[in-house]
């Protein structure tokens, strides 16, 4: 089960159990839904803004333990994150997953995330670690 | 058991695959099934030693692959137990094949206000076609409802037939639950309104004998791939008289008897359906697949499925937090479930650390898994070529997930 111990580590298994900020949000100032059509699975995103920064970011999902864990250690990360410093995020996000050996510098501002590097080796899965950031980023304007 | 698995096993090559250092075991067959080298043989010859276009070549080889390619339409008539290999119509698969009725049998005979009966348990290749048959048509979509353990509600389909019903178009077994429907019953309901029944063969005809002209239906479909075969090759059964009564499919070469500008006459079916140079090897292929069936003693195979059905089942119940998902008593060889705390990719992923191939998701039957109130599901399904041994495997292996994901 080494592999799999890499895919799964604890971080990402108690962001699963016990996902933060979940749960939706009232009086929101955008919402967004997106969906894996491959496998059905389901991410909303609710986030309030104050000067165009997140103030409130909170999800409800229905989906594997890599999205779960995803959307949960990225309503933590983009807490007070402008849309500009949050694309970033998900660009160095996706440079770890996507590119061999990629983001190693980013390392400080990816946090929890760097758990989820063990996703590069299951690339079918990728699309499920990225589902709560697209819905985000590609709604927020 | 009157047949030897191990042997059985030797013929399918792909079976003695390593995944990492782990032994293949394959339980994705409702996806699509293994070939025997016998059909891998066949292929290869095709274009080592066949290889032409047919219907239009008086050489050696037009000839030959011509014959072959109309070989194998009477051996999939045989098979399927067809009046005649006019009735039988080359398509890509399933999909299309539903998509081809659609287009004739339904742009001839539905009309506005018409009504189509499906049920909640169709794969999407058996829904979206039809809705998109309605919304351009103005035609009706009626869908029969799924009791909770997975069976159609019989009482509800006979009141939702009536006058206005053109077609009934259900699954024979379903691919997500693995449900054998009761066909003859709803054929014979349905003939008692005028209305015709297409079946969706795709899950049926890779585990029992079909007989069409038994079933009376109108219509019959189904794919190679999941009978041991090409992909890129299916069938469509028809009536002669209905096919007869039908307009093309698409236009192109060889489905015409005369093209002029004045006006294009098309070939008597099956030619009429066929435009284009079809998938010959792919057609050859599958006539291959049938043969290798037709040699095995098929009731041995499928009491040998069924014992594998049972064996999954109860070792699968036994299992803390796993709910089986139809658990009707006339069942296909496959199993469908939930786990409790886990969702069913991470199971499909932990599985193939072990060398499990499962398929995880929605199956493209979503309005059937919402009717469970379940976005997805693991589903280990079964072929004659697997074992109680990888069984057992699959238990293990799902135990492990409930410590892992405890
Ligand atoms: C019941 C059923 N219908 C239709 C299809 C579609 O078959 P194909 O993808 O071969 O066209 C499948 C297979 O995915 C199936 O299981």
Not at chain 1, 72 to 90: D, N, Y
Not at chain 2, 365 to 374: H, K
């Amino acid at each position: 089960m080494s592999d799999l111990t890499q895919l799964y580590q604890d971080i990402i298994l108690g962001h699963n159990k016990r996902p933060r900020n979940y749960g939706a949000l009232e009086g929101y100032s955008g919402k967004a839904e997106k969906n894996n059509p491959l496998c059905g699975d389901e991410v909303s995103v609710y986030w309030k803004t104050e000067d165009d920064r997140i103030s409130d970011l909170r999800f409800t999902a229905q989906g594997c333990a890599i999205s779960r864990a995803s959307a949960s250690i990225m309503t933590e990360l983009l807490s007070g994150k402008s849309k500009k410093e949050s694309v970033a995020l998900f660009d160095a996000f996706r440079t770890l997953l996507e590119e061999e050996g990629g983001a190693a510098s980013e390392e400080a501002e990816l946090g929890d995330l760097m758990a989820l590097s063990g996703v590069r080796q299951y690339p079918s899965r990728i699309k499920c670690a990225f589902l709560p950031w697209q819905a985000l980023l590609e709604e927020w304007a | 058991m009157s047949f030897d698995v191990t042997k059985i096993r030797e013929e399918f090559p792909i079976l003695a695959t390593q995944v990492g250092k782990k032994p293949l075991v394959y339980l994705d067959n409702a996806a699509t099934t293994q070939k025997p080298q016998e059909v891998i043989d066949v292929l290869d010859s095709y274009y080592s030693e066949t290889n032409a276009n047919i219907h239009r070549g008086v050489h050696h080889l037009a000839e030959k692959a011509t014959e072959a390619y109309e070989q194998s339409r009477r051996e999939v008539a045989q098979f399927i137990h067809a009046a005649t290999e006019d009735e039988v119509i080359f398509v890509r698969g399933t999909t299309e094949g539903i998509n081809l009725i659609a287009n004739t049998f339904g742009n001839k005979f539905i009309e506005a206000g018409d009504e189509i009966i499906i049920s909640t348990m169709e794969h999407h290749a058996n829904i979206v076609p039809w809705q998109l048959f309605c919304e351009a048509r103005g035609a009706v979509l009626k869908v029969i409802p799924v009791s909770d353990a997975g069976e159609l509600e019989m009482d509800s389909y006979e009141s939702l037939l009536s006058e206005r019903t053109k077609l009934v178009s259900v699954v024979h077994a379903s691919n997500s639950l693995g449900i054998i429907n009761p066909v003859k019953s709803i054929i014979e309901k349905a003939h008692g309104v005028g209305a015709k029944v297409l079946l969706d063969g795709a899950q049926a005809v890779g585990h029992f004998p079909v007989d069409v002209q038994e079933l009376d239906c109108d219509f019959y479909v189904f794919s190679g791939h999941k009978l041991f075969s090409a992909t890129g090759i299916g069938v469509v059964y028809g009536k002669y008289d209905l096919l007869d009564s039908m307009p093309p499919y698409q236009g192109g070469g060889d489905m015409i008897s005369r093209v002029s500008f004045e006006g294009t006459t098309y070939k008597a079916p099956p030619g009429r359906f066929e435009a284009g140079t079809p998938h010959i090897s792919g057609a050859i292929a599958l006539a291959a697949s049938i043969r290798y069936l037709e040699k095995q003693d098929r009731a041995a195979l499928l009491d040998y499925e069924h014992e594998l059905l049972e064996y999954a089942t109860e070792s699968l119940s036994e299992i803390e937090g796993l709910k089986i998902i139809g658990t009707a008593a006339k069942k296909v060889s496959l199993v469908s479930f939930t786990m409790e705390g886990t969702h069913p990719h991470d199971v499909a992923t932990v599985l193939d650390a072990d060398g499990i191939a499962v398929r995880a998701g929605h199956h493209c039957t979503q309005p059937l898994l919402q009717r469970f109130g379940v976005p997805a599901t693991a589903r280990a399904s079964f072929a004659f070529y697997n074992t109680r041994e990888e069984i057992d495997k699959l238990a293990q292996a799902l135990t492990k997930i409930q410590v892992l994901f405890a």
